[in-house]
């Protein structure tokens, strides 16, 4: 495994974000003389991604749950590796933007909605559920990570942070289905400041408290102590520039 990798699924934990805007609806008033209406016109959508070099980002609210409802999901892509600098692509999947919309199966997502769940035993068929299904980017790997973990990374922002993170209270956390545009901005703020301060992510004392939550606050495909086996050759260091390139732009 190349350590390009391992940085890659080292950051990814600090890039939990989302974005949502309302799809916006004309009233369009009846003509005096019938009119045919051409459907909607959207750009044809190509993978921008290598798979070998992607990883799906899935946030939801309680892993502890039978089934975890998903409050965002994220592609996340190591770019370059150059001039001692990474390069990060992040191609929000859920919750959809009015920018990010190509096909008219996504528009229901945009406005409030059912809870989409998913099966924690089964990850691989996260893949398979809508909106997530309709893209046509693809990944090697899938890592699952819940409120508490997430609400951990945050923390690990401040200084004098000392685990465990509290449980984040109820309603910290938008839910896209309900509020999809207030949990865009939500999750952009918390992208923000992840993007521009990644490097308590590479303090060995929280890197032990995150793989410590593999199996309950954070699941993955890679295989048992995966996420471990990889932070121990990692080359991300403090103080190395990161830069981040978000899709739709926030």
């Given at each position: 495994?190349?350590?390009?990798?391992?940085?890659?699924?080292l950051?990814?934990?600090?890039?939990?974000?989302?974005?949502?805007?309302g799809?916006?609806?004309?009233?369009i008033?009846?003509?005096?003389?019938?009119?045919?209406?051409?459907?909607?016109?959207?750009?044809?959508?190509?993978?921008?991604?290598?798979?070998?070099?992607?990883v799906?980002?899935?946030?939801?609210?309680?892993?502890?749950?039978?089934?975890?409802?998903?409050?965002?999901?994220?592609?996340?892509s190591?770019?370059?590796?150059?001039?001692?600098?990474?390069h990060?692509?992040?191609?929000?999947?859920?919750?959809?933007?009015?920018?990010?919309?190509?096909?008219?199966?996504?528009?229901?997502?945009?406005?409030?909605?059912p809870?989409?769940?998913?099966?924690?035993?089964?990850?691989?068929?996260?893949?398979?559920?809508?909106?997530?299904?309709?893209?046509?980017?693809?990944?090697?790997?899938?890592?699952?990570?819940?409120?508490i973990?997430?609400?951990?990374?945050?923390?690990?922002?401040?200084?004098?942070?000392?685990?465990?993170?509290?449980?984040?209270?109820?309603?910290?956390?938008?839910?896209?289905?309900?509020?999809?545009?207030g949990?865009?901005?939500?999750?952009?703020?918390?992208?923000?400041?992840?993007?521009?301060?990644?490097?308590?992510?590479s303090?060995?004392?929280?890197?032990?408290?995150?793989?410590?939550?593999?199996?309950?606050h954070?699941?993955?495909?890679?295989?048992?102590g995966?996420?471990?086996?990889?932070?121990?050759?990692i080359?991300?260091?403090?103080g190395?520039?990161?830069?981040?390139?978000?899709?739709?732009?926030?």
């Amino acid at each position: 495994m190349t350590r390009a990798k391992s940085c890659l699924v080292l950051f990814i934990l600090s890039v939990i974000a989302g974005a949502i805007a309302g799809f916006y609806l004309v009233e369009i008033m009846e003509p005096p003389v019938p009119t045919v209406t051409p459907a909607p016109s959207f750009p044809v959508p190509t993978s921008s991604t290598d798979p070998d070099r992607t990883v799906l980002v899935v946030g939801v609210d309680n892993l502890e749950y039978p089934n975890p409802a998903i409050e965002g999901v994220w592609i996340v892509s190591l770019l370059d590796n150059a001039d001692g600098m990474l390069h990060l692509k992040l191609i929000t999947l859920y919750p959809v933007v009015e920018a990010s919309v190509t096909s008219t199966r996504q528009i229901p997502y945009t406005h409030p909605h059912p809870k989409i769940r998913i099966d924690p035993d089964d990850l691989h068929a996260v893949g398979d559920l809508a909106p997530i299904s309709f893209s046509y980017d693809r990944w090697s790997q899938i890592i699952v990570l819940d409120e508490i973990a997430i609400n951990t990374i945050i923390m690990m922002q401040n200084l004098n942070f000392r685990p465990p993170a509290p449980t984040p209270v109820q309603g910290a956390f938008l839910e896209p289905w309900i509020d999809p545009e207030g949990t865009f901005q939500q999750h952009k703020r918390i992208l923000t400041i992840l993007c521009e301060n990644p490097t308590p992510l590479s303090d060995p004392a929280n890197i032990n408290i995150l793989t410590a939550m593999e199996g309950t606050h954070i699941r993955s495909t890679l295989p048992a102590g995966g996420l471990r086996s990889l932070w121990q050759v990692i080359n991300y260091l403090p103080g190395k520039q990161v830069t981040c390139s978000q899709s739709p732009s926030p």
